[in-house]
């Protein structure tokens, strides 16, 4: 069932931060779950003197209509632990929601903890037997540095965060399934890679209390990803979080029909659309290897680990890589770092994950027997879907 909740930005200029737990005069830690009644919150607010936790400063238990009950510093308030980010109800809403999925799964956990030693005060902290586990439930959009620092932070402290990002409008609509995503570059950031399932991005939706898996994505382009789009409840959900289950025979199979269906769009539109005819990079490779765009092999073009790093379409770098080796008259097989880097060289904002996806490219394409252009071989759709099967989507065996 779906529960109304105003996705509103409570004014921090107005309240200061938002938060969900506070302290009493004795000491005693409070912390606002969705059980409380408003009744008995107004009954407090007018009895008790609430705290900050990490600076002692006095805080407001507001218990309103609209906005979740929750505690707020007075104005311009110069706390230290305060959140870097004006709060949401929705993201209120999210880490309480949160919170109270580790108590009913046992688990030991805070909300809203504050590490002095790192200035850095996580969403949620789950204490398991081994490992104390920070948890980012990210609402507002932020940036990769800030991001990296955060983490290098709980790392330091010998922790591995989980970033969970609030599940976008547009996403939480699609369909189950496989099917192809746009996803931005804010998005990537919280992409994580697993074996054997590939790279997995995980939201939260606290409107509906579900969690939207995406998994085995395999990028084909610009923000263009496959990938299979899993819902599960957070009634169901478990900790450490569940795995998402493997492909199916069946969803391999469309797996392939999309893959082939977008490489074959991407070279149709190449040859009609292209403004800069022979000048197109892309053109230029077919013209020189005197091979029709739209019938390259089917061995360029793979999806492949790191490709995301090129702003290219597949069949486009690994053309370019092909060439490159033949100009200098060498095969596949001799690739190596030092000629990978001269390679991207010649790419736009060339990276060292460019470099892994060319010796990743190298590494497949031996593997099933390729080593120059004319080793044509018999790759054909069952290929395909045997690579798909065996390298890209590999299964795994279930509990």
């Known amino acids: ?97 949160l919170y109270e999925f580790f108590l009913k799964n046992r688990q030991e956990v805070k909300l809203e903890p504050y590490f002095s030693a790192l200035s850095q005060r996580p969403d949620l902290l789950v204490t398991t037997d081994s490992n104390k586990v920070p948890i980012e439930f990210q609402c507002s959009p932020i940036s990769i540095n800030i991001m990296k620092l955060r983490t290098n932070g709980y790392l330091s402290a010998g922790m591995r965060p989980i970033w969970i990002l609030l599940t976008p409008p547009k996403i939480s609509l699609l369909p189950q399934g496989v099917s192809v995503f746009d996803f931005s570059k804010f998005h990537v950031n919280f992409f994580t890679y697993k074996t054997p399932e590939g790279l997995v991005f995980l939201t939260y939706n606290p409107l509906t209390k579900q969690f939207h898996y995406f998994s085995n994505l395999i990028h084909i382009g610009g923000k263009r990803y496959i990938g299979i789009h899993r819902v599960l409840p957070i009634s169901l959900q478990i900790f450490p979080f569940a795995r998402p289950k493997a492909a199916t025979s069946n969803e391999i199979n469309e797996y392939v029909k999309i893959y082939l269906t977008n490489r ?92 892994k996806a060319c010796l990743a490219y190298r590494d497949l394409l031996l593997s099933v027997g390729i080593d120059s252009l004319q080793d044509i071989g018999d790759f054909g759709e069952e290929k395909i879907v045997q690579l798909f099967a065996e390298r890209l989507l590999a299964k795994r065996n279930e509990n």
């Open 1 to 97: 069932m779906l529960f109304c909740l105003s996705i509103r930005k409570i004014d921090v200029e107005e309240e200061g931060e938002a938060i969900l737990t506070a302290k009493k005069e004795d000491g005693t830690i409070i912390i606002l779950s969705s059980a409380m009644k408003k009744e008995q919150l107004r009954d407090w607010r007018k009895k008790i003197n609430f705290f900050c936790p990490q600076c002692d400063d006095p805080v407001h238990l507001k218990v309103g209509d609209i906005v979740i009950p929750h505690f707020a510093h007075k104005s311009h308030a110069n706390c230290s632990a305060s959140f870097s980010e004006g709060e949401t109800q929705i993201h209120l809403e999210g880490k309480r929601q």
């Open 264 to 355: 074959l769009k991407f070279l149709n539109s190449r040859v009609l659309l292209s403004r800069k005819g022979i000048n197109d990079p892309f053109l230029r490779c077919c013209y020189e290897l005197k091979i029709h765009p739209v019938e390259l092999p089917f061995w360029i073009g793979l999806p492949l680990p790191f490709s995301t790093a090129f702003r290219e379409h597949s069949c486009e770098w690994q053309i370019r890589l092909i060439r490159f080796l033949k100009r200098k008259g060498l095969r596949v097989s001799n690739l190596s770092i030092e000629l990978a880097r001269n390679f991207i060289r010649e790419l736009d904002h060339p990276s060292y994950n460019q470099i």
